[in-house]
């Protein structure tokens, strides 16, 4: 069975960079595509981008700027990378599994991780 | 960006009644829609998949329907577990969109 796990610090201070792994155990990294998706407390969800270990790799056109997703095959993990955080960056953050990148759905989710941003 | 409403935003039927929760998408999607659950403190979890293909596990008092750019999730026969937020969301175009979300508190 397949299972996910975000890692990463847990406090930010604002103008740092946010780094967060996702591992995957149970299963390959190079079978799947691989997604962030983020909420903020007390609102909905917000999809960060997509990664496929062969290089397709999508990224919210407001985090486009900001965000970077990459995988270490090796490890069996991607990343996320968001520059310059803000209070508006604190979330709970999911790594999730879906077949493809368009059309398609998320059916395995990590746990999350909460991420505050704080002077 | 597509937008993706849903309604009501809450509800609080008994156990046992039938619950309907519709989402509209601002513009067409075909049916590359989603449905989620999410229990507090938990990760979302797919319930249906392309409108109205129902995950494997998902008890079968869940379904979903399309009708152009309008989407049901029905519950029929509320149980005391469902209590919970639906969310709907749209994979037809990037960035994937969520809607609000609509939160099922059982009396």
């Known amino acids: 069975q397949v299972h996910l796990q975000e890692s990463g610090p847990g406090l930010l201070k604002p103008s740092e960079t946010l780094s967060l792994t996702c591992t995957i155990s149970?299963?390959?990294?190079?079978?799947?595509?691989w997604t962030w998706v983020r909420q903020s407390p007390g609102k909905g969800l917000e999809w960060i981008g997509y990664?496929?270990?062969?290089?397709?790799?999508k990224i919210h056109p407001s985090l486009k700027s900001r965000a970077t997703i990459s995988v270490d095959m090796s490890n069996n993990q991607f990343s996320l990378r968001l520059n310059s955080v803000t209070a508006a960056d604190t979330a709970v953050y999911y790594c999730?599994?879906?077949?493809?990148?368009?059309?398609?759905?998320?059916?395995?989710w990590g746990r999350g991780t909460l991420v505050t941003v704080s002077s | 960006d597509i937008q993706m409403t849903q309604s009501p935003l809450s509800l609080s039927p008994s156990v046992g009644d039938r619950v309907t929760i519709t989402c509209r998408a601002s513009?067409?999607?075909?049916?590359?829609l989603n449905w989620y659950q999410q229990s507090p403190g938990q990760a979302p979890k797919l319930l249906v998949s392309?409108?109205?293909r129902l995950e494997i596990g998902v008890p079968s008092r869940f379904s979903g329907t399309a009708s152009g750019t309008d989407f049901t999730l029905t519950i029929t026969s509320l149980q005391p577990e469902d209590s919970a937020t639906y969310y709907c969301?749209?994979?037809?175009?990037?960035?994937?969109?969520f809607g609000p979300g609509t939160k099922v508190e059982i009396k």
């Open positions: 513009q067409n999607i075909k049916t590359y």
């Open positions: 149970g299963g390959s990294i190079d079978t799947n595509y």
């Open positions: 999730a599994r879906s077949y493809s990148g368009t059309y398609s759905y998320f059916d395995l």
């Open positions: 990664i496929y270990y062969a290089g397709d790799m």
């Open positions: 392309s409108a109205s």
């Open positions: 969301q749209q994979s037809y175009t990037f960035p994937f969109t």
